[in-house]
Each structure stands twice: as structure tokens, then as C-alpha cells.
């Protein structure tokens, strides 16, 4: 039948071959009738080359499987033989002493021993299993056998079908195989119970296929493989198999490389492993292409696979492609899963909720949970125990071509719209939890579940910074500019409690962007007033506070925003403060505080105070800066001084630290730790833990030491060193280490 449809359409071997990605030779010994039973895969892919629709289509896929059944079920000898394992296979030490264990574990009286390997497609399950068969086959004198269920097909093999095979593979003649399922399954665990078998059940579609293949106590074995979780079999040992590290994905691509590994250059070699995500069957494709190409290089070919739009189409070699085998798992699916299957794909950043699933499935919570259960039983996606989900990034880009292929351009358009608008909106939210003026946001907004908390708020943004700044990176570009806006001004309190986030650049650069794009000059001046101070934050970027605070002071100016003036004023005397121009910095913060009174913006007011003080601080003035601090901590405590409440608390922890800087300076160590104590207790209590809790704490740690409260100063010195560490800074976290051993 394929050598007529090949003639039909006036191709050679070698030209079908080149169409299909079929080699020449596989189809040579397809139309001589060597091969009867060619894999499901190989027949689809010349199916697709000849384009054969309707019944031609079926005839030539029906054939093919039939085929592979007989061969199943009428070899006279060699009945289920274990597969060749591959030369080249790598790693997995860990999981092959699972296997190990597996074979000396103690099986309980009429309970067998199963071993269960689940995984993603590409993980390389059956290979694994072969090798792992192999390297145990002489502890199973009767025999190993090894039977693929076709659990991805569109019709798996019946478990009736299956124990036929099995019951003939030990010798049971065909006239003695009962017609009744049930019989059949006792009869097989009859035939274990005093033989020493190991049994491979390839490639497994459900519970209820296995649970008759099961033997029952004795010193058989069996191992299963399948994509599922399988999680209603109970009594099995369990192995899930995972991407491989990038040191063993290397390795394998040595090995299939061989001796052309040498020349092809470490660095594109490990590019390359790093782009096949540590999937086996990615890494054998990439390798045999260039093993098969001589004239390739590896770096070019690591550049086209570095293109992601282009890159699934690089992952083929003759009948492999890894497409295909995502594509099995997809075709598993319920249609309402696949649809949310490939609409995941739009949403940005590395994993994401139950909620924002159900936001681009536009589906109800409920039905979100058990889209996600199926597609991590699939192993489509990643699951946490924290409720989060990710795609491998093979798999998203699987995921990223099926949206394209069969979702029309509205409907695509539709899904990410909808993604983007409630990501900036959650986070816009969130954000606001912690302005002053704001308070607990209303719900407004049925399709937004609003932080009930300040913590929740806290957690909600943490934990989801990747895919609302991902949205707002993408709306910046489709120019929703003023969803990004006001989603960028909503963060400038937050940023307060989470100083030391990477994001915040890119953020107030997108508000700034967004403002200019809208011609608002005081919010374009607010958001680089706002960049200025995200680079007083260590390691602190002086020259670029004076940039951006240059920037904003022109644009205030021309806008008339008299508040953005005295912040960017603020912000110079800051960069100049770090530049050790103290003298030129306390005009400045003035100017400043005289703006902001007359405004009456007090929390402004007593914010630039505060600078002041810390002026006459650095300039060893300390009496004057003592007194200075002392006057903001008595307005922060004046419920008639017009400071924000939430503001006044917030500020009031630095002010007692201050002081207690100052104390330490003027010799009064005592003062010194009890305010410096006090500040540091309200920073706990408030969960802020940043560069200033942390030099607190070793301010702290040396008054102590100098009182010669050595335990006291040693501990303190730690925590002061943990701090430092979970910030970033190594170098503050060994000179406190190093500090605290002197201490004790």
C-alpha cells in the first residue's frame, strides 16, 4: 500500500524520505515487507508527507498497527524480549539504585514488588527502563519480559490482550489461555509465584490496564513506565524521572558525538545542552543531527536553536521529532483541557496559580484545578507543593505553536488581553494595600480576588513578580500605557518593604516610558524620581541618582509639580551624601523640607529632616544630628502633627536607630543599645529585613562588644552576617562572621 501511494504521487524513496524525515532505508524495508508493524510516529509522518486524508489515511495507520499487534502475538520464540539498550547512556545513578532496591526489596505475603517510573515526554522512561532490565537480567534467571502498552495511542492494548501476550511469553500454550479476563490474571500471577521474572510494562495508560498485570508476592518483579501519575495504584514503589542535570546532558552529547565532541567546542556544546532543557530524547536528536551532518557546527547550530520561534523545528532527525511526542500527550486530553493547554502559554514568567489559569481558560476556579491535575498527569506541566505550575520550555514552546495553529488571531488576541489586564490589575491592587490613603481596596472588581491583608497583599506580589511584570513588559509594548502606570506609581510604597528586589528598575523605567508616552511630565518626573532612589539602595549607583534626579527636576519644572522639584532635590542631596559632599547636600534637603512644609506634605517634611540629620551624622556633628532625629521621632509621635499614621510608624524603627548611632558616636553606649534595640524590634515586627536592619544589627554588635557583653555582641554579629547574606552582600556577611569569632 505505501510503495502504490508513493508511486501515485511520483516520488522516490529518497524524495519521500526528504518530505517525510523518514530515512530512505526504513522506507525500503517498509514496501519490501520487511518491516510490518513500523511505530505509530513513522507511519503518521509519511501519512502527512503523502497527504492521505479519509479512509486512506486510516487504511495505511490501521495496517501499520496491525501489523505491530501481530508481531506481538505470533512470534514462535523470543516472545516480549527485552529491547537493545543504547551504547551511549548516561547518568542516572540515583535512579538505578532505586532499581537496585527495588530488587532486593522484601515483598510482602501476596503484595508483588513494583516499581513505578512516571515522567514527561522525552524523558527517556523506556530507555531507562531497558538499561536498568539489563544490568539486573541475571539476578531473573526465568526470564525478562518486556511488553509496550501503548498507552499514548489512541487505542492502548487491553489488559486482556496484554495477559494473552504475557501468559504465552512463560509458556502457557494458546489452547490453555482462558477467555475470561479475571482467569486470565490468576492464572498469570499462578505462573510468577514460583519463578524469578522481571516483567517491563512499557508506556502504561491507566490503573485499570496495570492493576490485572500485577503479579502477586514471590521474587518476581515489575517495572512500569508511563507519562501518567497513575495515582490510584496503591503498594507501588514510585520513581519520577526528571530532566537530566546539565553536566550529564553533556556527557551524553559526548557520547553520541564521539570523537566530534572534541572539536565541536565546550561552550556551544554546553549552550546546547542547555537549550535541550535536559531531556534525553532532545539531546539524541540534536546529536544525531550533527553526527549525521559533518559540515554542521555546533555553535551555528546552537544559534537557531537560541531563536524560539523557529526552535521546536529544529528537533528532528529522520523518524524522531520531539514534537510528536508532546503531541502524543496532547492528544490525550479532553478538548477543554487542550484548549487551556495552549492558552497557558501567553501567560509570562516561570510558573503561575490556580488563578491566573482559571483567568486564561476563562474557566471557574474548580474546573482550573482539574485542568491542571490532568495536565500534570500528563506531565505537560510541573506542579509544586507551594500551588504553583510550570512548563518545561520545550513544552511551553509546544504549547506556544499549538495556540498558534488552532486558535484564530481574535482568539489569541482575546486570551493575552485578558491575562495582561488582570495581572496589572491584581498587582495594581495589591500595591495600593500599602499607600497611605488608600487602605483596604473595595471590591470593585468581582473578577479580582482582593488581598484581604497587607500580608496577603505582600505575598500575592512576591510570589507573582514574574508574571506581573511580564504583563507589564507586554502591555508597555501594545501601548496600554496607562494600565503600566498606574500599576508602576502603586508599587512605590511597596518597593519601601521589599528594598532589595531586582525588579524595581524596570519597573519605574516602564512608568516613566508609559508616562512620556501619555505627555504627563509630573508622573514622568515622579517615576525617575523613583529610579533615582532605587539606586540609593546598595550597591548604591550615586552618579545615576544624579541622572535621574537631574531628568526629573526638569520635567518637574516644566510641569510646575511642586512636590516632584523637592524630591528631585532630595535625591541629589542623597547622591551627594554618598559622594562625601555633605556640605553641598544639607541646602539641598532643606530646600526640600521648606517645599514639602509649605505644601504640608509632613510625611514629606519629616522625611527630608531625617536626610538632614543624617547629613550632620556623616559630617561628625553629632549632638546637632542627635537633636535633629530627636525632633522627627517627636512628630512621629504627635497625633496632631499631620503625619500618616501607617507612615509614622513605619519611619519611627529608622529614627530610633539613628539615635541610637548618634548615642553610640557621643559615648553614651548604654542609650545607645536600648534605642538601637527598640528600633531593631519594631523593624521585626514590621518583617522589614534589609541593608539598614543589617547595619543596625552590626552597629549594635560593636556597642555590645566594646561593653564587653561578649555573647551578647557574638550572636548579634550572626544575625547581623545572615542578614547580609539573604540581601546579596557577601562581603558584609564574612566581615561579620569574621567579627563574631573575634567576639567570642
Known amino acids: 500500500m505505501l510503495r502504490g501511494h508513493r508511486r501515485a504521487s511520483r516520488w522516490t524513496l529518497e524524495q519521500l524520505a526528504e518530505v517525510s524525515g523518514v530515512s530512505a532505508r526504513t522506507l525500503s524495508d517498509m514496501e519490501r515487507g520487511r518491516s510490518k508493524g513500523p511505530q505509530h510516529r513513522t507511519v503518521t509522518a509519511l501519512a502527512d508527507a503523502l497527504a492521505l486524508e479519509g479512509e486512506a489515511r486510516r487504511e495505511l495507520l490501521e495496517l501499520a498497527r496491525d501489523g505491530r499487534l501481530r508481531d506481538h502475538w505470533t512470534r514462535p520464540s523470543g516472545l516480549c524480549e527485552l529491547p537493545r539498550s543504547v551504547e551511549d547512556f548516561t547518568g542516572r545513578a540515583a535512579e538505578l539504585a532505586w532499581m537496585s532496591e527495588l530488587l532486593h526489596a522484601e515483598s510482602s505475603a501476596g503484595v508483588g514488588v513494583v516499581g513505578l517510573i512516571t515522567?514527561?515526554?522525552?524523558?527517556?522512561?523506556?530507555?531507562?527502563?531497558?538499561?536498568?532490565?539489563?544490568?539486573v537480567r541475571q539476578s531473573f534467571p526465568d526470564g525478562v519480559l518486556f511488553l509496550d502498552l501503548f498507552g499514548m495511542s489512541q487505542q492502548p492494548r487491553g489488559a486482556g490482550d496484554a495477559l494473552r501476550v504475557l501468559l504465552r511469553a512463560l509458556g502457557v500454550p494458546d489452547q490453555q489461555i482462558p477467555g475470561d479476563i479475571q482467569e486470565r490474571a490468576s492464572l498469570y500471577r499462578s505462573s510468577l509465584r514460583d519463578k524469578r521474572v522481571l516483567v517491563v510494562l512499557d508506556n502504561a495508560a491507566s490503573e485499570e490496564q496495570v492493576r490485572p498485570l500485577l503479579q502477586g508476592g514471590g521474587a518476581s518483579r515489575t517495572l512500569i513506565t508511563t507519562r501518567r501519575l497513575l495515582a490510584g495504584l496503591e503498594g507501588v514503589r514510585r520513581l519520577v524521572l526528571g530532566p537530566l542535570p546539565v553536566p550529564e546532558s553533556l556527557e551524553l552529547l559526548a557520547g553520541i558525538l564521539g570523537e566530534r565532541s572534541t572539536s565541536a567546542g565546550e561552550s556551544a556544546l554546553t549552550r546546547l545542552a542547555e537549550l535541550c532543557g535536559g531531556l534525553p530524547l532532545a539531546l539524541r536528536i540534536i546529536g544525531n543531527r550533527l553526527v549525521s551532518r559533518p559540515e554542521w557546527d555546533a555553535a551555528e547550530l546552537a544559534a537557531r536553536l537560541a531563536n524560539e520561534e523557529r526552535r521546536l523545528d529544529q528537533f528532528t532527525a529522520g523518524d524522531l521529532k520531539i514534537a510528536h511526542a508532546f503531541g502524543m500527550s496532547y492528544e490525550q486530553l479532553a478538548d477543554p483541557a487542550r484548549r487551556l493547554f495552549r492558552r497557558l502559554a501567553v501567560i509570562p514568567g516561570r510558573d503561575f496559580g490556580a488563578a491566573l489559569t482559571a483567568v486564561a481558560g476563562a474557566l471557574p476556579i474548580e474546573d482550573a484545578w482539574n485542568a491542571l491535575d490532568d495536565l500534570v498527569d500528563l506531565g505537560l506541566l510541573q506542579g509544586s507543593s507551594a500551588g504553583r505550575y510550570r512548563f518545561h520550555d520545550l513544552v511551553r514552546l509546544f504549547a506556544r505553536e499549538r495556540l498558534?495553529?488552532?486558535?484564530?488571531?481574535?482568539?489569541?488576541?482575546?486570551?493575552?488581553?485578558?491575562?495582561e489586564s488582570w495581572l496589572l490589575r491584581m498587582a495594581t491592587v495589591s500595591g495600593r494595600w500599602f499607600e497611605p490613603g488608600y487602605g483596604p481596596p473595595g471590591r470593585s472588581d468581582p473578577d479580582l480576588p482582593v488581598p484581604s491583608s497587607e500580608e496577603e497583599a505582600d505575598w500575592w506580589l512576591r510570589v507573582n513578580v514574574d508574571n506581573w511584570l511580564g504583563a507589564m513588559q507586554a502591555a508597555a509594548g501594545r501601548g496600554r500605557h496607562s494600565l503600566v502606570l498606574d500599576c508602576a506609581e502603586s508599587m512605590h510604597w511597596f518597593s519601601e518593604r521589599w528594598v532589595h528586589s531586582p525588579h524595581w528598575h524596570e519597573v519605574f523605567a516602564l512608568g516613566a516610558e508609559s508616562a512620556a508616552a501619555l505627555g504627563d511630565l509630573a508622573q514622568q518626573a515622579t517615576q525617575l524620581n523613583y529610579l533615582a532612589w532605587v539606586h540609593s539602595v546598595p550597591p548604591v549607583d550615586p552618579q545615576a541618582m544624579l541622572r535621574y534626579a537631574a531628568e526629573a527636576l526638569e520635567l518637574a519644572t516644566r510641569g510646575g509639580a511642586k512636590a516632584q522639584i523637592a524630591w528631585s532635590h532630595e535625591y541629589t542631596a542623597g547622591a551627594l551624601l554618598l559622594l562625601g559632599r555633605s556640605d553641598e547636600a544639607i541646602p539641598l534637603s532643606l530646600r526640600a523640607a521648606e517645599t514639602f512644609k509649605s505644601l504640608g506634605d509632613i510625611d514629606s517634611y519629616v522625611q527630608t529632616l531625617a536626610n538632614v540629620a543624617n547629613c550632620l551624622r556623616i559630617e561628625g556633628r553629632y549632638a546637632e544630628a542627635l537633636q535633629q532625629f530627636r525632633t522627627g521621632l517627636a512628630l512621629m509621635a504627635?497625633?496632631?502633627?499631620?503625619?500618616?499614621?501607617?507612615?509614622?510608624?513605619?519611619?519611627?524603627?529608622?529614627?530610633?536607630?539613628?539615635i541610637g548611632q548618634c548615642l553610640g558616636h557621643l559615648g553614651r553606649r548604654g542609650e545607645a543599645i536600648t534605642t538601637l534595640g527598640e528600633g531593631i524590634a519594631l523593624l521585626d515586627t514590621l518583617q522589614v529585613s534589609d541593608f539598614r536592619h543589617a547595619?543596625?544589627?552590626?552597629?549594635?554588635?560593636?556597642?555590645?562588644?566594646?561593653?564587653?557583653?561578649?555573647?551578647?555582641?557574638?550572636?548579634?554579629?550572626?544575625?547581623?552576617?545572615?542578614?547580609?547574606?539573604?540581601?546579596g552582600d557577601a562581603e558584609a556577611s564574612s566581615r561579620c562572621n569574621a567579627l563574631a569569632t573575634v567576639a567570642s
Do not use: N
Not at 504627635?638 to 539613628?658: C, E, K, Q, W
Not at 564587653?708 to 540581601?727: D, N
Open 404 to 419: 498558534q495553529e488552532e486558535e484564530t488571531p481574535a482568539g489569541r488576541e482575546a486570551v493575552t488581553g485578558r491575562v
Open 119 to 135: 515522567g514527561s515526554a522525552g524523558l527517556g522512561k523506556t530507555t531507562f527502563a531497558v538499561r536498568a532490565a539489563h544490568s
Open 638 to 658: 504627635d497625633g496632631g502633627s499631620g503625619m500618616t499614621p501607617s507612615v509614622a510608624t513605619h519611619s519611627r524603627p529608622f529614627a530610633l536607630i539613628r
Open 695 to 727: 547595619g543596625a544589627l552590626e552597629t549594635l554588635a560593636a556597642l555590645l562588644a566594646e561593653e564587653g557583653r561578649s555573647g551578647e555582641s557574638r550572636s548579634t554579629y550572626a544575625l547581623a552576617a545572615l542578614v547580609f547574606e539573604s540581601i
